[in-house]
């Protein structure tokens, strides 16, 4: 009988693992747009001057790291797409693409900068927004304006906006939205730019607050100016003032961040609110609507989920980072290359074995990754919106930041090492990079929650369930066995560990068999030696 089970399962294992290993796979070399001028023509003016003058020992071209000096290069290179007609549409595939570039030719603050006001504010405008925000988005999209993205809170971290405690509410004396921090958990933080003083606008988060109770088993009351409001399940976004010619306004009170390590130009901010009155053109009204003759919130029939519909900006933001870091790896692993097969290093097998794995763990995102976002190319004839892709590919894109960033990092920390003390050198960008590979895990969207989230689907979908990925399996038996429904979410977050290893196991599966290979070819960087 033993034997009647176990033999199918041996044969299984066998011939998988055959048809694996013998397993006819093309070569596959990473893409670069061409022409190479693309990526050229976005490196900062002094890039090949500045290291040949006189009395410059640095060996290469280092970046600038000061606020003035990043907004400068931001707006040369924002001026440049402009020139370039790339700024015309903001769809997610352009941003993506305009993401690699910048993350091959500009420092670290240019991409934070580019990814906050561009995708974050702009782009939170223009996709939440109505008529009566075309004006501030075109002035965005110059550079006229700049703005921030308020919605990490202090008590949340990683699951803000999930959690708000920021609250919302209207007065109807003053015929204005009042925008209100409660309490220290629910101070905005980590918010990119707020403290430069440059800085002049917020796409802020807050929970809505009315009179009128909404129908559900559990009413909860806040303290407000107004009295007692009922607290509603919706978050909503409202782009607010928070600075006229670099003072701040009043209501507003804004803490600078002075003492980082990384990410230099960024003076991040945390905002309070005390009772900030705004005007009710504030919000962000595409998908919902304000009642001003009682405060009511009216939230269109399709979206009971208000902040999921506000979240999308996440998730083309998740797309955009997973290109960044992808984009730094690539540099990085070029650099170890370049000194390793030039030196008499190649001789060694630790050495020349990483690089190998590296070169083929990069090679499977890369193809994965630009097989995928060809999906988010808009085109005329296209009858969903952009909304509609981001929905219908959630899974993709929470595969995608669970895994690519994670992983992405781990390879710029082995380059390092794999470099020497060379790596500290600034303008090899390993330390930088290693730090924007680390954020990429850490901002919109964390990629433990987003691999947990990712099982999640996996176990309410029922995809991906097969041998080769038994933890998956195991995992949902006994969930389904022995945990009560009420209490799988508990479950979920008590046993993380061994989600994110069920997560492994699926997303190992389907990066790794792709049918390619790669070779020491496979990753080319753009060559700027020869444009001046
Ligand atoms: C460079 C950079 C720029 C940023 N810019 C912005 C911005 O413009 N606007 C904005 O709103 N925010 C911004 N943030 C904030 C960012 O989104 C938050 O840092 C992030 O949401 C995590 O919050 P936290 O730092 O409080 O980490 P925490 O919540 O303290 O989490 C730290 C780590 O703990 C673990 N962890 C925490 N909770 C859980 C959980 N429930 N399950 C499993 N693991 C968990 C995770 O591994 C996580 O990485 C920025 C952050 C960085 C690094």
């Not at 690699?100 to 702009?122: G, I, K, M, P």
């Not at 906006?161 to 003053?174: E, M, R």
């Not at 901002?443 to 029922?462: L, N, P, R, T, W």
Request: hydrophobic letters at 40%; one cysteine or more.
């Amino acid at each position: 009988m033993f034997l009647l089970i176990i033999s199918p399962l041996i044969l299984y294992f066998i011939i998988t693992y055959l048809l694996k290993r013998y397993q006819s796979k093309r070569l596959y070399t990473c893409s670069l747009e061409s022409p190479s001028n693309i990526y050229s023509s976005l490196l900062p003016v002094d890039f090949h001057s500045k290291p040949k003058q006189s009395g410059n020992n640095d060996g290469g071209y280092i970046y600038p790291s000061d606020p003035v000096s990043a907004l400068e290069q931001l707006r040369a290179v924002v001026a440049t797409l402009h020139s370039q007609g790339a700024l015309i549409s903001l769809d997610p595939y352009n941003l993506i693409i305009l993401h690699e570039r910048l993350a091959y030719t500009n420092s670290n603050d240019v991409v934070n900068w580019f990814t906050v006001q561009f995708n974050l504010f702009t782009g939170s405008l223009t996709a939440l927004g109505t008529h009566r925000h075309a004006a501030l988005i075109q002035d965005a999209c110059q550079l006229k304006k700049l703005g921030c993205f308020a919605l990490t809170e202090k008590g949340a971290g990683v699951l803000s906006g999930l959690l708000c405690d920021t609250i919302a509410y209207f007065n109807q004396t003053t015929a204005k939205i009042v925008i209100h921090t409660p309490n220290e958990n629910a101070k905005k933080c980590w918010i990119s730019y707020a403290g430069n003083n440059q800085v002049e606008y917020a796409v802020v988060f807050a929970k809505w607050a009315q009179k009128n109770p909404i129908q559900s088993k559990k009413q909860t009351i806040v303290k407000t100016s107004q009295g007692e409001l009922y607290l509603t399940p919706h978050v909503v976004a409202m782009v607010v003032q928070i600075r006229d010619k670099g003072m701040t306004l009043e209501g507003v009170s804004i803490e600078q961040c002075h003492t980082r390590s990384d990410f230099r130009s960024n003076c991040f901010g945390t905002l309070t609110f005390t009772e900030y009155n705004v005007e009710p053109e504030c919000l962000l009204d595409r998908y919902c609507s304000l009642d001003t003759t009682n405060g009511t919130l009216q939230v269109i029939d399709h979206c009971p989920k208000l902040f999921f519909k506000l979240a999308n900006r996440l998730l083309v933001g998740r797309l955009c980072l997973s290109a960044t870091a992808l984009a730094c790896a690539k540099v990085t692993l070029q650099l170890v290359m370049k000194k390793v097969y030039s030196s008499k290093r190649c001789q060694f097998s630790y050495i020349t074995d990483h690089i190998q794995t590296m070169t083929q763990q990069i090679c499977e995102m890369d193809y994965y990754f630009h097989r995928l976002i060809k999906r988010f190319q808009v085109t005329t004839s296209m009858t969903m919106t952009t909304d509609e892709l981001l929905e219908k590919n959630l899974d993709e894109i929470l595969l995608i930041k669970a895994y690519i960033p994670p992983l992405c990092r781990s390879i710029v920390g082995k380059c390092r090492e794999l470099f020497g003390a060379e790596s500290l050198l600034a303008h090899h960008r390993m330390a930088e990079i290693h730090a924007s590979c680390y954020a990429s895990c850490l901002a919109e969207g964390d990629s433990v929650i987003m691999a947990q989230a990712f099982v999640g689907q996996c176990m309410h979908k029922y995809k991906h369930l097969s041998f080769s990925n038994w933890r998956l399996i195991w995992l949902m038996m006994k969930i389904l066995v022995t945990v009560p429904t009420h209490k799988r979410i508990d479950y979920i977050n008590a046993h993380q560990t061994e989600v994110i290893a069920a997560f492994q196991q699926i997303a190992d599966g389907i990066f790794q068999n792709q049918g390619i290979r790669s070779n020491l070819q496979s990753i080319p960087t753009p060559d700027f030696t020869n444009t001046n």
